[in-house]
């Protein structure tokens, strides 16, 4: 099986839809080749079909992408995390790269199942929901803590200021969303 990781010096893209690259795994001829990605959801959706990619690895995707790829028969698997050495050594040991290495606010920390998560059973949708967590009656503290930069987001953490955090996807300061 081929796998394409997203990436982004050197650790997982987190978002597909904008990553420059791809790196290569389970390819014989090349392991660990970088390959370009043009832009445009269709356009890398071609790509990854020409260079014969069977699985792809990334952070977060748009629905309407991950339904591009899924149709032209490249499993997604989303919302992972990590640098992409470690997620090549994951694979390698065929070890489930949601259950070590979710993307932040994504984990299994509270079960899957009612609780939020990311992917199927997560909060009950395929992408990321804070599920009950974000309840006053519940003890938690509502609202998302964005980097104004990429767009990554992450539930906010009561008593821990959203502009004393930095961005586990490119580094730069957190703000409130």
């Keep these: 099986m081929r796998t394409a990781i997203a990436c982004w010096r050197g650790r997982i893209s987190p978002v597909f839809d ?5 790196t290569l795994f389970g390819s014989d001829e090349e392991p660990g080749k970088k390959v370009a990605l043009p832009e445009g959801g269709p356009a ?11 699985r792809l690895v990334c952070g977060a995707v748009t629905p309407f992408l991950k339904d591009l790829l899924e149709a ?17 050594e994951s694979l390698k040991r065929g070890v489930d790269l949601r259950e070590e290495h979710p993307m932040p606010g994504c984990g299994r920390r509270r079960g899957m199942r ?3 998560g990311c992917g199927p059973g997560g909060g009950g949708s ?8 974000g309840r006053a009656e519940d003890g938690g503290a509502p609202g998302v803590c964005r980097c104004p ?6 539930p ?16 730069a300061g957190m703000v409130r969303a």
């Design 126 to 133: 395929t992408g990321c929901s804070r599920g009950r967590r």
């Design 44 to 54: 890398r959706v071609g790509r990854l079909q020409e260079i014969g990619v069977d």
């Design 72 to 88: 032209a028969g490249i499993e997604v698997i989303s919302f992972i995390s990590g640098d992409v050495s470690e997620i090549e």
């Design 156 to 171: 906010h953490e009561r008593g821990i200021p959203c502009g004393s955090m930095v961005c586990p996807a490119c580094g």
């Design 18 to 22: 904008t990553a420059v690259s791809v």
């Design 149 to 154: 930069v990429c767009g990554f987001e992450q």
């Design 114 to 116: 009612g609780g939020f």
